[in-house]
């Protein structure tokens, strides 16, 4: 299986900083890789695809880079609604695996 | 727009078997792959595995001899058994809809989740 390791494992931040969250893999996936957000009690919500396409409706805030092995997702500048937890996943094959996910706190 | 939702118990015992439906509403079941994945208390997300609308499945090895998947196009339904549960099952159960396109696998549209707690 092909392991996801995400840093850090948390975050405490304050509304309007930039975050940057890292996503590694333990073998290339080329471009493979998404980014899910999830509120507490809620489902994730699929927020960047392939990488670095945003999904419809994600606010512009919200980027995601990388390829191979090394992927980061960053908001510019966080908003309220943003305090949640960060999970990025790989598509490159199954069995699908997620990383154990990176939570935003208010500082 | 598309919706789906999970419906099951909330309790299973030990060495007993999950049974959980996820109804599809507003859209079509063909196309895409019908996604089940869980998520432990406090702990991360864990892909269990797919069925798409022929009925041909894929499924976590390591759960692989446990996991049954399936499909019922007239119901616009799909559902999961998950049989000899013990305690390291109980988790929230999301279904999801499963896209495989040129950029690889990704789950645009999930289920609220459903809490199945094995106990006795």
């Known amino acids: 299986d092909i392991q996801m390791t995400q840093s850090p494992s948390s975050l405490s931040v304050s509304v309007g900083d930039r975050v940057t969250i890292t996503c590694r893999a333990s073998?290339?996936?080329?471009?493979?890789l998404n980014w899910y957000q999830q509120i507490p009690g809620k489902a994730p919500k699929l927020l960047i695809y392939?990488?670095?396409s945003l999904h419809t409706g994600v606010p512009s805030r919200f980027s995601g880079s990388g390829s191979g092995t090394e992927f980061t997702l960053a908001i510019s500048s966080l908003q309220p609604e943003d305090f949640a937890t960060y999970y990025c996943?790989?598509?490159?094959?199954?069995?699908?695996?997620f990383g154990q996910g990176t939570r935003l706190d208010i500082k | 727009q598309v919706q789906l939702q999970e419906s099951g118990p909330g309790l299973v015992k030990p060495s007993e078997t999950l049974s959980l439906t996820c109804t599809v509403s507003?859209?079509?079941?063909?196309?895409?792959?019908w996604t089940w994945i869980r998520q432990p208390p406090g702990k991360g997300l864990e892909w269990i595995g797919h069925?798409?609308?022929?009925?041909?499945?894929n499924y976590k090895p390591s759960l692989q001899s446990r996991v049954t998947m399936s499909v019922d196009m007239s119901n616009t339904q799909f559902s999961l058994n998950l049989s000899s549960v013990t305690a390291a099952d109980t988790a929230v159960y999301f279904c999801?809809?499963?896209?495989?396109?040129?950029?690889?696998?990704?789950?645009?549209?999930w289920g609220r989740g459903h809490l199945i707690t094995v106990s006795s």
């Open positions: 069925v798409n609308y022929s009925g041909s499945t």
């Open positions: 073998q290339s996936i080329s471009t493979y």
């Open positions: 392939g990488a670095s």
């Open positions: 507003g859209g079509s079941i063909s196309s895409y792959f």
């Open positions: 999801a809809r499963g896209f495989l396109g040129v950029r690889g696998w990704s789950f645009d549209l």
């Open positions: 996943q790989q598509g490159y094959k199954t069995p699908i695996t």
